[in-house]
């Protein structure tokens, strides 16, 4: 047990997810996971945000009219619905080339040194 560690802290985790938790193909999945999650969430966002604001500020521009009565503010609005089914069909692309192989990698490590 290590020191200022309580005996009920150090048996939440198994052995050997502490092992794993610590190699490089773990760090790296981590590394990985991030460099997708992190842009694409404070992409989502700024894009949610400039809606946001548009349309608080910028009401002449949002009620153009574009086509019949649909404006402006309506085209963003229906394009939120399109970013989201587009940052989850690229989050699957990429979790299945890039995560999906090293957890996989993974969960075989942990499997077998749960065994041992």
């Given at each position: ?19 794993l938790a610590a190699s ?85 490590e942990y499997v077998a040194g749960k065994d041992a």
């Open positions: 047990m290590t020191q200022g560690m309580s005996r009920a802290q150090s048996e939440v985790n198994d052995p050997a997810y502490d092992r490089a193909d773990f760090i790296e999945l981590r590394k990985r996971y991030r460099s997708f999650v992190f842009p694409a969430t404070v992409a989502f966002l700024a894009w949610y945000l400039l809606y946001v604001v548009l349309s608080n500020w910028a009401h002449d521009f949002m009620s153009t009219k574009v086509v019949g009565n649909v404006n402006i503010a309506l085209v963003i609005g229906l394009l939120q619905f399109v970013t989201t089914f587009v940052l989850a069909w690229m989050y699957s692309r990429y979790s299945t080339a890039k995560l999906d192989p090293l957890a996989q990698k993974l969960e075989a």
